[in-house]
């Protein structure tokens, strides 16, 4: 069993290591060039106006940063998924001496660490160049503006591998259309800060489309058309 699972996993590394660094390397480049342009601004309007302007207007100065969760989501799922699916590989995985909701969360929860980690290393450096030039109150709104962005790009992970095993297209198609409006929600301009108030319904929504994995699994196994 867990020779197995270690030879699903290293699988899954091998398909997803360069879109994973790229992911890696487009995340931590948004965050540096977020840091050179408040030293920018900084230099360019002198320290005062600048904080007045953060302050008075609620300015999202990391708003480069919005996408690359849901980017990120993106790379990593299809380079995952795609390639199972139209290959029918998954089908040679659903077939190991392993439960097949092991084998589909084995694949899933290693892209969702994959994901978590890259985020991860980018909010910690984003909040320690944040530091350098400003004071808790306006981190804290920041981290909390940034943390539906991330819940989207992990809610859009799990949808992808939901859409990707799904057997029939029409389905497919309706998946993708109800995804989209969902995850407006995630994205939707908020302010600084102001999106507190919805972190329930983000988790629900996220902790929901991480279980949905299990029903179109369901399907494909069972090759319904």
């Given at each position: 069993?867990?020779?197995?699972?270690?030879?699903?996993?290293?699988?899954?590394?091998?398909?997803?290591?360069?879109?994973?660094?790229?992911?890696?390397?487009?995340?931590?480049?948004?965050?540096?060039?977020?840091?050179?342009?408040?030293?920018?601004?900084?230099?360019?309007?002198?320290?005062?106006?600048?904080?007045?302007?953060?302050?008075?207007?609620?300015?999202?100065?990391?708003?480069?940063?919005?996408?690359?969760?849901?980017?990120?989501?993106?790379?990593?799922?299809?380079?995952?998924?795609?390639?199972?699916?139209?290959?029918?590989?998954?089908?040679?995985?659903?077939?190991?001496?392993?439960?097949?909701?092991?084998?589909?969360?084995?694949?899933?929860?290693?892209?969702?660490?994959?994901?978590?980690?890259?985020?991860?290393?980018?909010?910690?450096?984003?909040?320690?160049?944040?530091?350098?030039?400003?004071?808790?109150?306006?981190?804290?709104?920041?981290?909390?503006?940034?943390?539906?962005?991330?819940?989207?790009?992990?809610?859009?992970?799990?949808?992808?591998?939901?859409?990707?095993?799904?057997?029939?297209?029409?389905?497919?198609?309706?998946?993708?259309?109800?995804?989209y409006f969902v995850l407006r929600l995630f994205?939707?301009?908020y302010g600084l800060g102001n999106a507190v108030?919805?972190?329930?319904?983000?988790f629900i929504i996220t902790l929901i489309s991480?279980?949905?994995?299990?029903?179109?699994?369901?399907?494909?196994?069972?090759?319904?058309?």
């Open positions: 069993m867990i020779e197995k699972l270690k030879h699903l996993i290293y699988k899954e590394w091998l398909k997803t290591r360069w879109y994973a660094t790229i992911a890696l390397l487009l995340s931590l480049g948004t965050v540096i060039y977020i840091f050179i342009s408040i030293r920018s601004d900084l230099n360019l309007l002198g320290a005062p106006q600048y904080f007045s302007s953060l302050i008075l207007e609620k300015s999202i100065f990391f708003g480069k940063f919005k996408y690359i969760p849901i980017i990120t989501a993106l790379l990593i799922g299809l380079s995952q998924f795609v390639p199972e699916v139209t290959d029918k590989r998954i089908k040679l995985s659903l077939h190991l001496p392993m439960q097949n909701t092991t084998v589909i969360y084995s694949m899933v929860l290693f892209g969702f660490a994959i994901i978590t980690a890259i985020q991860l290393i980018s909010v910690l450096l984003l909040t320690l160049f944040m530091s350098v030039y400003f004071p808790s109150e306006i981190i804290i709104p920041s981290l909390q503006t940034i943390l539906p962005w991330i819940l989207g790009g992990m809610t859009c992970y799990f949808f992808i591998a939901m859409i990707s095993l799904e057997p029939i297209w029409k389905y497919r198609f309706l998946y993708i259309i109800f995804v994205y939707y301009s108030t919805i972190y329930p319904i983000l991480s279980v949905s994995v299990i029903y179109t699994s369901h399907r494909f196994n069972k090759g319904e058309l």
